[in-house]
C-alpha cells in the first residue's frame, strides 16, 4: 500500500501504533498523565527513541487541547507555572543528552526509581516538607530533563503531587494543564535540534482524531472513581509501566 511508505511502517506496526494511542489516550483522561509512558513502551518495539520523542511530543500537546473542557477548573496554575520554570531548564539538557547518551540506561534508572516510590506511596508515606517553591522548582528541573531524554517527564511530577497528598482531581487537570506547556516547549526544541522531519507529521496527524475517544472514555471512568480508587490505579500503573519498560530495555541488549 502506497500510503505506508508515509509512515515508514509496516501495515502491523500502523495498526500497533493505533492501539497504543487509543489505550494510551483512555490512560491520559483517566490519570491527567501516562500517555507518554504507555506510547514509549509499545513503540519502542517497532522505533528508535530519537524518533518516538517528537511522536509523542506533538500527540501530547493535542491531547492536552482536547482535556480541556474537562480540567480547566481543576487546574492549579501556581503550581504549574513554578513546576513549568524548572521544565525550561531541564528540557534542553535533555534534548541534548538524548543525543549523547543512551537512553535505554536512563530509562531503566527510572523505571526503578519510580517502582521504588510507588510502592513507598502505597504504604502510606507523605511528606508536606517538599511543598515548597525548592522543591517544585527541582521536580520541574527532574521531569524537563527527562521528558526531553525519555518523554517520561510526567512520573516526577505525579510522584511529587501524591507524595504532598493533592486532591486527585486538582493532580489530574495540573499535570494536563502543565504538559501542554511542556510538550509545546519541547517539540519547538526538538524541531530547531533537527530530531524532527516530515515522517514525524505523517506519522503524527493520523493518529488525532483517536486522541478524543479515548479521553472521553478515561474521564468518564475518573468521574465515577473515588479518591482512594484513583491513587491505587495510579500507583499500579506506574510500578506496571515500569516493569514493562525494564523488561523492554533488557529485550533490546
Same mark, same amino acid.
Given at each position: 500500500?502506497?500510503?505506508?511508505?508515509?509512515?515508514?511502517?509496516?501495515?502491523?506496526?500502523?495498526?500497533?501504533?493505533?492501539?497504543?494511542?487509543?489505550?494510551?489516550?483512555?490512560? +491520559?483522561?483517566?490519570?491527567?498523565?501516562?500517555?507518554?509512558?504507555?506510547?514509549?513502551? /509499545?513503540?519502542?518495539?517497532?522505533?528508535?527513541?530519537?524518533?518516538?520523542?517528537?511522536?509523542?511530543?506533538?500527540?501530547?500537546?493535542?491531547?492536552?487541547?482536547?482535556?480541556?473542557?474537562?480540567?480547566?477548573?481543576?487546574?492549579?496554575?501556581?503550581?504549574?507555572?513554578?513546576?513549568?520554570?524548572?521544565?525550561?531548564? /531541564?528540557?534542553?539538557?535533555?534534548?541534548?543528552?538524548?543525543?549523547?547518551?543512551?537512553?535505554?540506561?536512563?530509562?531503566?534508572?527510572?523505571?526503578?526509581?519510580?517502582?521504588?516510590?510507588?510502592?513507598?506511596?502505597?504504604?502510606?508515606?507523605?511528606?508536606?516538607?517538599?511543598?515548597?517553591?525548592?522543591?517544585?522548582?527541582?521536580? /520541574?528541573?527532574?521531569? /524537563?530533563?527527562?521528558?526531553?531524554?525519555?518523554?517520561?517527564?510526567?512520573?516526577?511530577?505525579?510522584?511529587?503531587?501524591?507524595?504532598?497528598?493533592?486532591?486527585?482531581?486538582?493532580? +489530574?487537570?495540573?499535570?494536563?494543564?502543565?504538559?501542554?506547556?511542556?510538550?509545546?516547549?519541547?517539540?519547538?526544541?526538538?524541531?530547531?535540534?533537527?530530531?524532527?522531519?516530515?515522517?514525524?507529521?505523517? +506519522?503524527?496527524?493520523?493518529?488525532?482524531?483517536?486522541?478524543?475517544? =479515548?479521553?472521553?472514555?478515561?474521564?468518564?471512568?475518573?468521574?465515577?472513581?473515588?479518591?482512594?480508587?484513583? +491513587?491505587?490505579?495510579?500507583?499500579?500503573?506506574?510500578?506496571?509501566?515500569?516493569?514493562? =519498560?525494564?523488561?523492554?530495555?533488557?529485550?533490546?541488549?
Amino acid at each position: 500500500m502506497d500510503f505506508l511508505s508515509y509512515f515508514q511502517l509496516s501495515l502491523v506496526e500502523v495498526y500497533f501504533v493505533i492501539l497504543t494511542v487509543f489505550i494510551a489516550s483512555i490512560i +491520559r483522561g483517566f490519570n491527567g498523565f501516562g500517555f507518554s509512558a504507555t506510547c514509549i513502551s /509499545g513503540f519502542s518495539f517497532i522505533l528508535p527513541a530519537i524518533e518516538i520523542v517528537p511522536i509523542i511530543l506533538a500527540l501530547e500537546v493535542a491531547i492536552s487541547i482536547f482535556m480541556i473542557p474537562y480540567i480547566w477548573n481543576k487546574i492549579d496554575w501556581k503550581f504549574v507555572f513554578k513546576i513549568l520554570l524548572g521544565i525550561i531548564i /531541564g528540557s534542553p539538557i535533555g534534548l541534548y543528552l538524548l543525543k549523547h547518551l543512551n537512553p535505554q540506561t536512563i530509562h531503566l534508572s527510572v523505571c526503578l526509581l519510580i517502582i521504588f516510590f510507588s510502592i513507598l506511596l502505597m504504604t502510606g508515606y507523605t511528606n508536606q516538607k517538599i511543598n515548597n517553591n525548592y522543591g517544585k522548582f527541582f521536580t /520541574g528541573i527532574i521531569s /524537563g530533563t527527562l521528558n526531553g531524554l525519555t518523554t517520561l517527564g510526567g512520573m516526577p511530577v505525579a510522584l511529587f503531587l501524591l507524595v504532598t497528598s493533592i486532591q486527585p482531581a486538582i493532580i +489530574r487537570g495540573s499535570l494536563a494543564a502543565l504538559f501542554f506547556l511542556t510538550d509545546i516547549y519541547a517539540f519547538t526544541l526538538s524541531f530547531f535540534a533537527g530530531i524532527v522531519d516530515i515522517t514525524t507529521f505523517y +506519522r503524527t496527524l493520523p493518529l488525532i482524531i483517536i486522541l478524543p475517544i =479515548g479521553v472521553f472514555i478515561g474521564n468518564k471512568f475518573f468521574v465515577k472513581s473515588k479518591e482512594e480508587t484513583y +491513587r491505587k490505579v495510579v500507583f499500579y500503573f506506574l510500578i506496571f509501566i515500569s516493569l514493562f =519498560g525494564i523488561f523492554n530495555v533488557f529485550n533490546n541488549i
